[in-house]
């Protein structure tokens, strides 16, 4: 089960990089054609910014596996070990429950605009707004797994020297 989540994650990382250099080839050389013959590609501007939306709930995703959310922990580790383990557990249920409100909401405004049309590229809107769903989805799985491990390591949480190997 580790290995298929480590090669989802690594799919999720070369996608992402895919989309960033799409990303930045369509805007060099929107650049360039502007400054060179004062003309665009009149489509860049509209997919550059669908394909930026992308990458911020992909990266969300990788950032949520790799715990690399920006968070204040210092109030927590004061406290006594047992309460920083329900604390840790509490917050947990708190971001899947926001991930379950992100999620709800995409997948509602992804029916309602699956039928509007990009003013330039002519691309669903469907396609924009998907991208909340599947990172709050992505989200979601990442902190399942996270609770359920932390609920199996309650033991070794609050008992840390019971971990440890005796000399």
Not at 17 to 36: K, T
Not at 37 to 59: A, H, K
Not at 130 to 158: C, D, E, P, Q, T
Request: glycine share 6%; with cysteine.
């Amino acid at each position: 089960m580790q290995k298929i989540g480590a090669a989802l994650m690594r799919l999720l990382e070369v996608l992402v990089v895919i989309l960033i250099s799409i990303m930045s080839i369509l805007v060099i050389v929107n650049v360039g054609l502007r400054f060179l013959f004062d003309s665009s590609i009149v489509v860049s501007e509209e997919l550059s910014r669908f394909l930026f939306i992308w990458v911020v709930f992909l990266g969300a995703i990788i950032a949520m596996k790799e715990d690399a959310h920006i968070y204040v922990d210092f109030i927590r580790k004061a406290m006594p070990r047992p309460v920083q383990w329900f604390v840790i557990l509490i917050v947990e249920f708190a971001m899947l429950y926001c991930c379950y409100f992100l999620f709800m909401g995409s997948v509602e405004l992804t029916q309602y605009n699956s039928v509007d049309k990009a003013p330039v590229s002519g691309i669903s809107m469907g396609y924009v707004y998907i991208a909340g769903a599947v990172g709050a989805f992505g989200m979601g799985v990442v902190l399942i797994v996270r609770i359920v491990k932390h609920i199996r390591n309650l033991h070794s949480f609050l008992h840390p020297t019971d971990a440890q190997p005796q000399a």
